[in-house]
């Protein structure tokens, strides 16, 4: 067994989550050609991947062929794989998720890019990976006080910085060091906001101001995270407004399909792009949230 971690290890006491809905509705809109899924996890298969054993969470096998079947399900031509908190820093599952599949994927990883040799980043570049997760929310992050120094080398090689925050409150803290990174960066979970939060609420504003900075993005998702109504999720309505009318070509959108560490009932991946609809009600923007704005910073073409 890896020294990584074992699919089952029983000293392991995260509690287990829910799989996926199987039978994703359609939307009921048709999606522009190439829209892309830009926050997604793969998990498995486990006798090859296991999971760390310093994890948060134990998901189900998600694997990627039942990934790209929800993805044709809904019309939705491309995608980005983020690693989830269960692997730590171990990238194996995503890289050869991108590897199957590598016109249509692209991969945003967890690893100290200081520690990263040209090759490795020359290679893993071929891949399609873009990006580096920082996640300040679950075990096995990159420390925070480390982002400046990261930043930098993220610059260097042209990739982003993919970060969640504990509490929306967080963006209040580091607005201005964030401001000043040298990279892009990408913040989930639209800075994870609460539906009973106002959207003047400190750390919501300031993520109104990162992203009217010029080199900030936000994603669009996680609705079952952000919502303290739960479904149909109606509580994220203003604040997914509030981004878009301060900068739509620099939102992303993506279902972070499974959906795991939910505590609650699992959403249907096309309602989820029905909801979409509901947050970005202008074509033309939605257009540019599932499309222009992903092959512009993941490089697809």
């Known amino acids: 067994m890896s020294a990584h971690g074992a699919p089952f290890d029983e000293a392991v006491t995260a509690p287990p989550c829910a799989g996926p809905d199987s039978n994703p509705g359609s939307p009921s809109y048709v999606l522009p050609p190439d829209a892309c899924d830009c926050h997604s996890h793969i998990f498995g298969p486990l006798l090859r991947f296991p999971y760390a054993s310093t994890r948060s969470y134990t998901p189900p096998e998600a694997p990627l062929a039942a990934y790209l079947q929800m993805l044709d399900m809904l019309g939705l031509a491309r995608a980005v794989l983020v690693q989830p908190s269960v692997y730590g820093d171990d990238n194996g599952c995503l890289l050869d998720g991108l590897a199957?599949?590598?016109?249509?994927?692209?991969?945003?990883?967890?690893?100290?890019?200081r520690?990263?040799?040209?090759?490795?980043?020359?290679?893993?570049?071929?891949?399609?990976?873009?990006?580096?997760?920082?996640?300040?929310?679950?075990?096995?992050?990159?420390?925070?006080?480390?982002i400046e120094s990261i930043a930098a080398r993220l610059a260097e090689i042209g990739w982003h910085l993919d970060l969640i925050t504990d509490t929306c409150e967080r963006l209040a803290e580091t607005e201005h060091q964030?401001?000043?990174?040298?990279?892009?960066?990408?913040?989930?979970?639209?800075?994870?906001?609460?539906?009973?939060?106002?959207?003047?609420?400190p750390g919501f504003?300031?993520?109104?101001?990162?992203?009217?900075?010029?080199?900030?993005?936000?994603?669009?998702?996680?609705?079952?995270?952000?919502?303290?109504?739960?479904?149909?999720?109606?509580?994220?309505?203003?604040?997914?407004?509030a981004l878009v009318a301060v900068a739509p070509e620099r939102l992303l959108w993506g279902s972070d399909w499974p959906h795991p560490m939910l505590h609650g009932p699992m959403p249907n991946d096309g309602s989820l792009v029905d909801l979409l609809a509901a947050w970005v009600p202008d074509e033309t923007q939605r257009r540019a949230v599932l499309v222009d704005n992903p092959a512009r910073l993941y490089g697809f073409s």
């Open 178 to 201: 964030l401001r000043a990174l040298p990279c892009e960066v990408v913040i989930e979970q639209m800075g994870r906001i609460k539906g009973d939060q106002p959207i003047t609420t």
């Open 115 to 146: 520690k990263l040799g040209d090759r490795t980043i020359a290679e893993w570049s071929a891949k399609g990976v873009r990006g580096v997760r920082m996640n300040t929310w679950t075990p096995g992050g990159l420390p925070l006080d480390e």
């Open 100 to 113: 199957e599949s590598p016109r249509r994927l692209r991969g945003v990883v967890v690893i100290d890019p």
């Open 205 to 241: 504003q300031a993520l109104l101001h990162l992203l009217d900075n010029g080199r900030c993005w936000v994603k669009l998702s996680h609705a079952y995270h952000i919502s303290t109504a739960g479904p149909p999720y109606g509580d994220t309505i203003s604040p997914a407004r």
